[in-house]
Nanobody, 120 residues
Framework: QVQLVESGGGLVQAGGSLRLSCAAS????????MGWYRQAPGKQRELVAT???????NYADSVKGRFTMSRDNAKNTVYLQMNDLKPEDTAVYYC??????????????WGQGTQVTVSS
């Protein structure tokens, strides 16, 4: 099993910045793609950004140029640097990974989420 723990959320004014972290632990043989998703009240969960094990990133159009995802493979941790935050970025942000455990099973895992609130 793999556990994901997010941190770094909070309340920030529009135009401000936050940095989210997601640390993976447990029976980790390999972490493949890792991603950040978000879910606003009354809306479906949506993709924010992904990063491959080699560092290739992909972003939702709504965050391109403002958010940057990075990865520290030695620490099994990914980050989401969020700049120029807007009220519409308010959501619970979730970390997700596809991981292979030492029992050679591969599964998707989700974190518990961290709240980001952007005030206008």
């Amino acid at each position: 099993q793999v556990q994901l723990v997010e941190s770094g959320g909070g309340l920030v004014q529009a135009g401000g910045s936050l940095r989210l972290s997601c640390a993976a632990s447990g029976s980790i043989y390999m972490l493949y793609v890792m991603g950040w998703y978000r879910q606003a009240p009354g809306k479906q969960r949506e993709l924010v950004a992904t990063i491959t094990s080699s560092g290739l990133t992909n972003y939702a159009d709504s965050v391109k140029g403002r958010f940057t995802m990075s990865r520290d493979n030695a620490k099994n941790t990914v980050y989401l640097q969020m700049n120029d935050l807007k009220p519409e970025d308010t959501a619970v942000y979730y970390c997700k990974t596809t991981a292979r455990s030492y029992d050679y099973t591969t599964n998707d895992y989700w974190g518990q989420g961290t709240q980001v609130t952007v005030s206008s």
